[in-house]
């Protein structure tokens, strides 16, 4: 079993950064694979990135690649996103997930929430234009 937390999210204008965290129980962080998603208002949830144990592989959605940046730290059991150049479509709720410990990096697979064992109950980011 494993807990995860959400923070960092907030109100920006339209352009500006915001660096989400999610702090993870337990000692087998490292060696699962995590994720982040999203749900806007009126939408189902949706994929933005994923991890590898290590940190060496990541994927995105397209509509983040190369605005956003997912990253980890194994002793600090945590899993980061840095957003940048904020627009108002990227308004939404953000999941931190983790995957069954052990389970291998697939970055096809990681974009699917069934990849995902383990959510936690997010943290809103409102971007104003």
């Known amino acids: 079993q494993v807990q995860l937390v959400e923070s960092g999210g907030g109100l920006v204008q339209a352009g500006g950064s915001l660096r989400l965290s999610c702090a993870a129980s337990?000692?087998?962080?490292?060696?699962?694979?995590m994720g982040w998603f999203r749900q806007a208002p009126g939408r189902g949830r949706e994929f933005v990135a994923t991890i590898s144990w290590s940190g060496d592989n990541t994927a995105y959605a397209d509509s983040v690649k190369g605005r956003f940046s997912i990253s980890r730290d194994n002793f600090a059991n945590t899993a980061s996103l840095q957003m940048n150049s904020l627009r108002s479509e990227d308004t939404a709720i953000y999941y931190c997930?983790?995957?069954?410990?052990?389970?291998?990096?697939?970055?096809?697979?990681?974009?699917?929430?069934?990849?995902?064992?383990?959510w936690g109950r997010g943290t809103p980011v409102s971007v104003s234009s």
């Open positions: 337990g000692p087998t962080f490292s060696r699962r694979v």
């Open positions: 997930a983790a995957a069954q410990v052990g389970r291998a990096y697939n970055p096809a697979g990681g974009v699917r929430e069934a990849m995902y064992d383990y």
